[in-house]
């Protein structure tokens, strides 16, 4: 089966600690990219890559890093500078088709206490 | 984003209609989306549109565009339980998705 997967599902952390979101796709899909959702907020773009070894910041990338050096595989790290970290946070991945659907993983809750 | 808008809450009856305004600011989005989230998952592409058209119709989905006023809308026909969700209007420009905050869709019986 085709998708994007996000893991894990859940994920808590003691404040000060860094922390490594994973998202991997078998889409063969170009581009991938990281969001955050806040509730009443939508989502924000943190980092997106168009292609391997090459990414951009988003709106909210300050406390955030992400790699991209397989085309599978973009993961984020949350950093200890991120000042509000805890979230809900998604990634999505998509192509040079026609239409630049976007497809989504499951998303990581992750709390930081 | 704040370049997208909707409205945060719709209470509708089951079998009514819903409809689910947004406005954009970005006049040279070549698509914009519509979205679907259940609790605690990812996102849902429900339906898209082109920039020139002005409706599509999917099913129960209508979407109209008015490029001019820059707003979109997504009607749900016969509206269901199942359809209880956050919706999530978002355009294109090029690879970078904006989306709105979503609205949150009640179906009351």
């Known amino acids: 089966d085709g998708g994007i997967t996000q893991s894990p599902k859940y994920l808590f952390r003691k404040e000060g600690q860094n922390v490594t979101l994973s998202c991997e796709q078998n889409l063969n899909h170009d581009a991938m990219y990281w969001y955050r959702q806040d509730p009443g907020q939508g989502l924000r773009l943190i980092y997106y890559?168009?292609?391997?070894?090459?990414?951009q910041k988003g709106d909210i990338a300050e406390g955030y890093s992400v790699s991209r050096e397989k085309k599978e595989s973009f993961p984020l790290t949350v950093t200890s500078a991120q000042k509000n970290p805890t979230a809900f946070y998604l990634c999505?991945?998509?192509?040079?088709?026609?239409?630049?659907?976007?497809?989504f993983g499951q998303g990581t809750r992750l709390t930081v206490v | 984003g704040e370049d997208v808008e909707q409205s945060l809450f719709l209470s509708v009856r089951e079998g009514d209609s819903s409809v689910i305004n947004c406005t954009y600011t970005?006049?040279?989005?070549?698509?914009l989306y519509w979205y679907k989230q259940e609790p605690g998952a990812g996102l849902q592409l429900l339906t898209y549109?082109?920039?020139?058209?002005d409706m599509k119709q999917d099913q129960r989905l209508t979407v109209l565009l008015n490029k001019k006023d820059k707003h979109l809308s997504l009607r749900i026909a016969d509206t269901q339980t199942g359809d209880s969700a956050i919706y999530f209007c978002?355009?294109?420009?090029?690879?970078?998705?904006?989306f709105g905050a979503g609205t949150t869709v009640t179906v009351r019986a």
């Open positions: 978002a355009e294109a420009d090029d690879y970078k998705l904006s």
């Open positions: 970005d006049s040279s989005s070549t698509y």
């Open positions: 999505a991945s998509s192509n040079r088709d026609r239409v630049p659907e976007a497809f």
């Open positions: 890559s168009q292609i391997v070894n090459d990414f």
């Open positions: 549109i082109f920039s020139n058209m």
